[in-house]
């Protein structure tokens, strides 16, 4: 099956999947903004790939208009990815739940531009203040001050999935 990777990625880390997803899968990774979306309906399979900000999938609204009949699609972001995580950015993007795949990605303080380091401190500051703190507010503050969380053992879900269907 001819099958490409399509990705947007701010800060790397977005990116570090989607080549390490198309090396498995011994296909391209393209960056959304280089891809020729009109071509993509050509490919037996698409996998399409963003960052998080807010709940929603960058670059998503682009992919989701072409009505791709093979399309899967993984996310990377701070939080950790639990059922839960995916199930409301499923819900968020309109993305089907059994087709979205979310890793934990990172944060590059000196690669991302004022208004992200402003919703960061925003976000970090409302954690801070809480009294009883979870494990993941606690991952969350300390993402803050510079990680990267990328895995590629986290991958192999997404790659079978793509591999069988």
Known sequence: MNRIVVYTSKTGFTEKYAKWIAEELKCEAVPLKKANLSELANYGQVIYGGWI???MVSGYDKIKKLNLKNLIVFCSGM????DTV????AKQ???PADRLFCFEGGF?????GFMGKMIVKMISGSISKKEDKTPEDIHMLEAVKGADNTDRAAI???VEMAETI
Request: charged letters at 25%; proline letters at 18%.
């Open 156 to 158: 192999p879900p997404l």
């Open 79 to 82: 939080s950790v990815p639990t």
């Open 93 to 95: 993007n309109d993305i």
């Open 86 to 89: 995916r199930d409301n950015i």
């Open 53 to 55: 900000m807010g709940g």
């Open 108 to 112: 590059a303080p000196d690669r991302v």
